[in-house]
């Protein structure tokens, strides 16, 4: 198992422009998380998705959207890129277990800077 | 208040030492509690889940008391490698499994 996987690892963006950064897990987890870590700071939750077609905003979620098309797949999207969304992004993935909640597992992330 | 407040440190400590980390969190009805270990510029990894008996591994061991909302992390015989954040991270519960992370806490152990 790959886990989960974030790509790209490094992008430079020009305020304005726009991307996505992908998101990927192998796991067949059903709950999967966007986070966003500035230097100093604890991560902060942009969205989540309970599950293939279902998301939801978390602490931090303007300036980005989501989908949810597959369980495997959860990109972010950036539409128009400001120097505030400087950070690091974190994927995140996790599922029930029959006694409750198993950790959550987190992609290596993409250090993204909008210049 | 924060949700979750830490030390920020850094704690900069000898090979050998034992050294403590404490947390607090601000919501009575928060469930379940963690230690998460994270090492420059790489993302974050479970260390441990914190329990109200306490709990031990190796040597790590985690304490939570629920009356004063407070958790903490006790490392013993510090290694270089243990160098890292340390963050406290506590699920509020619901059916989203969202955790709330602290900011962390810079452990340096130093040879």
């Known amino acids: 198992n790959a886990g989960v996987t974030q790509t790209p690892k490094f992008r430079i963006l020009k305020i304005g422009q726009s991307m996505t950064l992908q998101c990927t897990q192998d796991?067949?987890?059903?709950?999967m998380y966007w986070y966003r870590q500035d230097p100093g700071m604890g991560l902060k939750l942009i969205y989540y998705?309970?599950?293939?077609?279902?998301?939801d905003k978390g602490e931090v979620p303007n300036g980005y959207n989501v989908s949810r098309s597959t369980t495997e797949d959860f990109p972010l999207r950036l539409e128009l890129a400001a120097p505030s969304q400087t950070s690091v992004y974190f994927c995140?993935?996790?599922?029930?277990?029959?006694?409750?909640?198993?950790?959550?597992?987190f992609g290596p992330g993409t250090r993204l800077t909008v210049l | 208040r924060k949700e979750v407040e830490q030390d920020p440190g850094p704690f900069n400590v000898p090979e050998g030492a034992t050294v403590a980390f404490n947390c607090t969190y601000s919501?009575?009805?928060?469930?379940?509690f963690f230690w998460y270990r994270q090492d420059c510029r790489k993302e974050p990894k479970l260390l441990m889940s914190?329990?109200?008996s306490g709990n031990e591994d190796g040597r790590f061991t985690a304490q939570l008391n629920r009356a004063s909302q407070y958790i903490s992390l006790l490392i013993r015989d510090s290694k270089l490698s243990d160098s890292a954040t340390y963050l406290c991270?506590?699920?509020?519960?619901?059916?989203?499994?969202?955790?709330?992370f602290g900011t962390g806490t810079l452990l340096a152990v130093q040879p």
């Open positions: 995140a993935s996790s599922t029930r277990l029959a006694g409750g909640w198993d950790t959550q597992y």
């Open positions: 796991m067949n987890h059903n709950y």
């Open positions: 998705s309970v599950g293939a077609g279902i998301t």
């Open positions: 919501n009575s009805a928060s469930q379940s």
């Open positions: 914190v329990y109200s």
């Open positions: 991270v506590v699920n509020n519960g619901g059916a989203t499994n969202k955790l709330i």
